[in-house]
């Protein structure tokens, strides 16, 4: 089955810090990959997302390549503000096996936490 | 415009109570999702409504769980009767298409349920 698998946080940073948070993944057929955002307060929210091999998601300072060599979508950004503080998750969506689309496959989060 | 809505915020109940969770998606989604996020751990895809009808409900846990979708418009998600392990923060999203490469979920800010 899908699986989506993050790196373990929290994560503290300073501001202006560079931040990568890893996701690696496992889906039959070829999924599309996402980065949802959850702010305090909020809803989850798309943060940015890659449909096929090489392509890069990029949105609000933040990217993330999709690799199907090594299976990763790792979410990276040059220079975090407080106001990035959130809980991120990495998410994927496969329409292989007949699965319904909107069924996404969710990492466990990352809680990032950026001090001045 | 609003967004997806859930009530109530917050509920707290005694094993074996029943508990009805409301979501009312953005106006004119007919994709309505439930998600469910248990203990901190993943959030887990619980089922699909197109419209008033389920397209995909493999993520229901049990019978003690029923959801339906009145004249496919706002949803509701029953919980009867409610177990501790019922516990966690309950998502609803709602999409107006879900393409292999356009899919983009709208989240609500989730209903935490607490059974004691």
């Known amino acids: 089955g899908n699986s989506v698998t993050q790196m373990e946080g929290p994560v503290t940073l300073s501001e202006e810090a560079f931040l990568t948070i890893n996701c690696t993944y496992t889906?039959?057929?070829?999924?599309?990959l996402f980065w949802y955002v959850q702010y305090p307060g909020e809803g989850l929210q798309l943060l940015l997302k890659a449909t096929k091999a090489d392509d890069k998601g990029s949105n609000k300072g933040f990217e993330a390549t999709y690799r199907k060599e090594t299976t990763s979508f790792h979410l990276e950004k040059g220079s975090v503000q407080v106001s990035d503080s959130a809980v991120y998750f990495c998410?994927?969506?496969?329409?292989?096996?007949?699965?319904?689309?909107?069924?996404?496959?969710f990492g466990q989060g990352t809680i990032l936490t950026v001090h001045p | 415009e609003a967004g997806v809505t859930q009530f109530p915020s917050h509920s707290v109940i005694e094993k074996g109570q029943t508990v009805t969770l409301r979501c009312d998606p953005i106006?004119?989604?007919?994709?309505l999702y439930w998600y469910r996020r248990v203990m901190g751990k993943e959030i887990k895809f619980l089922l699909h409504?197109?419209?008033?009808?389920?397209?995909?409900e493999s993520g229901m846990p049990n019978n003690r769980f029923l959801a339906e979708r009145t004249g496919g418009t706002y949803s509701t998600l029953k919980v009867q009767p409610a177990e501790l392990e019922d516990s966690g923060v309950y998502f609803c999203?709602?999409?107006?298409?879900?393409?292999?490469?356009?899919?983009?979920?709208?989240f609500g800010e989730g209903s935490r349920l607490t059974v004691l």
């Open positions: 999203a709602s999409s107006q298409e879900w393409g292999w490469n356009t899919g983009e979920l709208f």
């Open positions: 106006s004119g989604h007919d994709n």
């Open positions: 409504f197109v419209k008033e009808s389920k397209q995909d």
């Open positions: 889906a039959t057929g070829y999924p599309s």
């Open positions: 998410a994927l969506s496969s329409r292989a096996g007949g699965t319904s689309y909107g069924k996404l496959t």
